[in-house]
């Protein structure tokens, strides 16, 4: 067995600059082969994970056993709990459609408001920030992704919107698990962490329902749409700040979320928006010419977009058609909130020290690395809770188990590359993690010195699109934002609270994001396609939030709490 192995920060010359270019390989090697040379997602991941094990071995020196042994922990985390999450998210919501429900479901939501443009604002920014408060994780991209999908939206347009969505509700999301995890790594109080964060977060809030309108139906759209866009953006915002300052860090995002959903209702009681059937016709239109080009997969046989649900829409029906989410929300909500069942479910999680790789890998402080310990939360992840959802629904729907069997294989076969890429992306981003590579590349960012204010929250973005995880994003770098803020003579707490911002829009770009919503809508294969259309949403965002965070770090001081 190799020696304990220490990483080295500057390998190349000793000098942090080039080995940070070094470092970059990796990343640079994904966006690439995805952006550019249009590789499919796999692939891309395949070949970032080589060149970060070469790197790693090559240029690190680490041991090359002990370079596959976190390669082989990083896979593993990909298959559970990621996939896991994914591949119950979809199966739950095919459960929805093979019993017939999910027509009732969309006259629903017709019945709300039938204007696309909005029906988009509620389904991917007020129910997933729902969904992304509880589950987190992938879960909302995949089942609003279908949910859009089922309305009549073309898969590409989907796609775009449900990650442009999944942002501003991130930062609180999986009951404030980033932040969270943020505080317990620092020793700073999450909380205060949290208010913070409710100072930054809330910008984006304001606009991406904005941004909605605008992916959705173009300028027509966002001048048709604004007054609803604008009153949903600015009431989850206000929610969001007050939330997280002054009732609940953990509950910023469920109370958020449904008052922009209350918020919806009330407003479309008094005002309609304009051009609401053309939208739907060049919407219909787009689906119809996409279905045509073929480069498309079946998610389901009722996602064409042109049924209608029969007979009259009653009570009923509609507490039916609404059973399965509100399930889901109540399951998460005693899973979460409720300390008994919180403490049960926590005492079922299960650690393994990886063989062969615990306690052979330092950390750059030179302590013997947690890394390497695999947590299998095996009853409390969010992917069985969503199984254990999916059965009830199965039975309140009558659905036989053969048939709910039957989907759930049919799912993990279509799946098959997705689960690859996204095992090969969690393996890429173990490498890196354990070889020192992604924490080269921290401390080269962090020594921008007082300036470093306007840079931290590129740090978040990077380990988000690493890992797909904005709690993971802080458990790279939480502690190195802390120690930079102190050398640079700039607050903590604000640094790591910009780690947290930062990432919320990473996700867009993550491989292992892309690889979930493409699955979930059956644009498999054309996540660099995804990727090209999302990647300046995510940088124009990214730039907001480093203008932010360096403003309320010099001439804005007065925001902080």
């Given amino acids: 067995m190799s020696s304990t192995y220490l990483p080295d920060l500057a390998p ?26 249009r590789w499919r997602a796999h692939w891309a991941g395949l070949g970032a994970l080589a060149v ?58 017709d019945r709300i408001s039938d204007d696309p443009r909005i029906q988009a604002i509620l389904i ?39 990650l442009v969505a999944n942002t501003a509700p991130v930062a609180f999301g999986a009951i404030a698990t980033p932040i969270i995890t943020a505080g317990a790594l620092t020793g700073i109080d999450y909380e205060h962490i949290g208010s913070i ?16 309108c605008l992916l959705v139906d173009g300028r027509k759209g966002l001048k048709q749409c604004w007054p609803i866009a604008l009153t949903i953006g600015a009431v989850f915002a206000v929610v969001q700040f007050v939330a997280a300052n002054y009732i609940s860090v953990e509950l910023t995002d469920i109370i958020s979320a449904l008052s922009g959903l209350a918020v919806a209702v009330i407003m479309l009681r008094f005002w309609r928006p304009d051009g ?58 005693v899973a979460k909130l409720w300390d008994p069942a919180k403490d049960f479910l ?44 999916g059965v009830i629904v199965a039975a309140v729907y009558r659905v036989s188990p053969a048939v709910a069997v039957r989907a759930y294989w049919e799912n993990l076969v279509k799946m098959r590359f997705s689960i690859l890429t996204v095992a090969a992306v969690l393996s890429l981003a173990y490498v890196m993690n354990q070889s020192g590579q992604t924490i080269t590349i ?10 470093f204010a306007f840079f931290a929250p590129i740090l978040g973005w990077l380990g988000t699109a690493v890992t797909g995880s904005d709690t993971s994003a802080n458990a790279l770098f939480a502690t190195l934002q802390q120690t930079a803020a102190t050398q640079a003579d700039l607050d903590p707490a604000l640094m ?20 979930i919503v493409a699955t979930a809508v059956g644009l498999a294969g054309r996540e660099s396609e995804i990727l090209r259309k999302v990647m300046w949403w995510s940088i124009g965002m990214l730039v907001a939030i480093c203008v932010i965070n360096g403003l309320q770090a010099t001439v804005l001081q007065w925001m902080l709490p």
């Fill in 12 to 37: 190349v010359a000793d000098n942090l600059f080039l080995s940070s270019l070094v470092a970059l390989l990796p990343l640079i090697t994904v966006f690439v082969t995805l952006g550019v040379l």
């Fill in 52 to 109: 970060s094990l070469v790197i790693a071995v090559g240029v690190y020196g680490m041991p090359a056993d002990l370079a596959g042994l976190s390669a082989t922990q990083g896979a593993v985390f990909g298959l559970f709990p990621i996939m896991w999450i994914v591949v119950s998210a979809i199966w739950f919501y095919e459960l929805t459609v093979r019993s017939g429900r999910f027509l009732d479901l969309r006259a629903v939501i």
């Fill in 496 to 515: 790591v609270a910009s780690n947290t911002s930062g990432g919320v829009v990473g996700k867009l770009v993550s491989p292992q994001n892309l690889t």
């Fill in 346 to 389: 926590a005492s079922t999680d299960l650690s393994l020290a990886w063989p062969g790789l615990d306690g052979n890998i330092l950390t750059a402080e030179g302590a013997i690395s947690t890394a390497t310990v695999y947590g299998f939360p095996w009853l409390s992840s969010p992917g069985t809770l969503l199984l254990i959802t």
């Fill in 197 to 212: 964060v409710g100072r930054q977060t809330p910008f984006i809030a304001l606009v991406v329902p904005l941004f909605l």
């Fill in 442 to 451: 921290g401390h080269w960012i962090a020594g921008a010195g007082a300036s």
């Fill in 124 to 162: 991917a920014f007020c129910f997933g920030g729902m969904l992304e408060a509880l589950a987190g994780f992938g879960a909302p991209l995949a089942i609003t992704g279908v949910m859009l999908l089922a309305v009549g939206f073309a898969r590409m347009r989907a796609a775009v919107a449900v």
């Fill in 276 to 333: 609401t059937a053309e939208a739907r016709q060049r919407l219909l239109t787009e689906r119809r010419q996409e279905e045509a080009s073929g480069d498309v997969q079946d998610v389901t046989s009722a996602t064409s977009g042109t049924e209608t649900t029969t007979g009259e829409l009653t009570t009923r029906r509609t507490l039916m058609a609404l059973f399965p989410y509100l399930l889901v929300i109540v399951v998460f909500s």
